[in-house]
């Protein structure tokens, strides 16, 4: 008799048989009356009584060699049809299929619940600071209309809005906290978010989706009037200098590691970001960048020749940029170098606000009173300006001024060395007052 003639039940003894250990296989086969097989334990079919509880087909024991196993009872089962064995990590098609549904749901779930947690109102143009309609501005140009932004941090237009990465990434960071952008759960990899225990969320904003939250449409937005009506001259110069400073601290990093001074730490680099800050005020980034070009030179020289410490050759640029400007290097425009990559901000800022060419602002700079005079002078050449109509316009409207600040009771003393104006000035711009009474 060969093995598979067997019943279940005969089978079953051998079995025990066989785990008991007493004999060779050989001769437990031949007790037995089967004809012996080498392979017995992996070839033999041994049901046990249940049934699968996915198919319904009878079940098997997975057959292991005694030297692994001593006893039937110790044995896995597992469905002779659909290959069920009942575990948490059975792999049969159903188990399989379950697991992926489970886990479906499972993201579903935590989808709806971001969004539910993420969820921000619309914010209103008037809400968005200078910087944040510039990037605006860079969209429109960029004609995303259809608000979804993608993985923001990805993008060129957007990882160029800076010239240091971090600064780009702590935008995002500054664009979500005004609602200027909202994540876009659909899109971003759920992965990404970790919800905590307490209910809260945590992400990691460079790897997510966005949408532009704007209650406006973007397409009918004018960035430039809302700039120039909206804001101060002194928020849109701050605006524009943080933009060149950007550029300005870029090209110092890039010259002090082309003459090999490495990169300038803090306090030296924060007395240099201010110096220049005060500068950009004044002259173009083209003046500046000649500036910074001729101090890192000399610090190197100084360094080469004195074989100083190279933190005494950062302290000696600083002392250069000052020493250079009473040279007179700052009236000497460089045109942009190469290396110096202008930023998308300030490629529009140029563009669409100043409307001026990008090298040409480089090298002379911007005065932001020029926005407005445009304005106010509509299409009239700057050159047709008449002197004397134009300097009634600025005292008439420093009278207003005064006048607005008598009314609502502010003190003389204040309004002189606010408005920086004299006293005879003062009392003639009352003395109208009286007249007009
Ligand atoms: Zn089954
Ligand atoms: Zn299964």
Redesign the pocket.
């Known amino acids: 008799m060969k093995v598979k003639d067997l019943s279940n039940d005969r089978l079953r003894e051998i079995i025990e048989e066989y785990y008991q250990n007493k004999f060779t296989v050989k001769i437990l086969l031949e007790k037995h009356g089967v004809k012996y097989i080498s392979n017995f334990i992996q070839t033999a079919t041994l049901y046990c009584d249940e049934e699968c509880e996915?198919c319904g087909s009878k079940m098997k024991y997975k057959l292991e060699s005694r030297a692994y196993c001593s006893s039937i009872s110790e044995l896995k089962k597992i469905c002779s049809v659909?290959?069920?064995?009942?575990t948490k990590n059975?792999?049969?098609k159903?188990?399989i299929q379950h697991r992926k549904l489970e886990k479906e749901k499972e993201l579903e779930e935590k989808r709806s619940f971001l969004k539910k947690v993420l969820e921000v109102e619309l914010v209103s143009l008037d809400k968005l600071s200078a910087k944040e309609l510039i990037f605006v501005g860079v969209l429109q140009e960029k004609g995303i209309g259809g608000y979804d932004l993608g993985v923001l941090a990805q993008k060129d237009y957007f990882k160029n809005t800076h010239t240091y990465p971090e600064d780009s990434f702590n935008f995002i960071i500054e664009l979500l906290r005004n609602n200027v952008i909202k994540i876009n759960v659909n899109e971003s990899n759920l992965e990404h978010f970790i919800l905590k225990e307490n209910k809260s969320v945590s992400y990691y904003p460079a790897l997510l989706s966005y949408y532009l939250n704007l209650n406006e449409d973007i397409n009918s937005i004018d960035v430039r009037k809302e700039i120039i009506e909206r804001f101060k001259i002194g928020d849109i110069e701050e605006c524009w200098v943080e933009i060149c400073l950007d550029e300005c601290m870029k090209y110092l990093d890039i010259r002090t590691t082309a003459m090999e001074l490495g990169i300038i730490d803090n306090p030296i680099k924060s007395d240099i970001y201010s110096f220049l800050q005060e500068l950009l005020m004044e002259y173009s980034v083209g003046r500046v960048i000649n500036v910074i070009y001729k101090s890192v030179n000399y610090a190197s020289n100084f360094k080469v020749e004195y074989d100083v410490e190279v933190e005494k050759a950062h302290k000696a640029i600083y002392t250069n940029i000052k020493n250079n400007i009473a040279k007179g290097y700052i009236k000497e425009p460089f045109d942009r170098p190469y290396e110096l990559v202008q930023n998308s901000l300030s490629e529009y800022f140029c563009k669409n606000i100043f409307k001026r060419d990008s090298n040409e602002v480089f090298k002379q700079g911007f005065s932001i009173n020029e926005l407005y005079c445009i304005e106010e002078e509509g299409q009239q050449q700057k050159d047709e300006i008449d002197p004397i109509k134009e300097g009634l316009e600025t005292y008439n409207k420093l009278v207003l001024q005064i006048k607005e600040l008598i009314a609502n009771n502010v003190p003389k003393d204040f309004i002189i060395s606010y408005l920086k104006i004299t006293e005879e000035i003062y009392n003639s711009a009352v003395g109208e007052n009286n007249d007009n009474c």
């Open positions: 996915i659909c290959g069920h064995d009942g059975c792999y049969c159903s188990c």
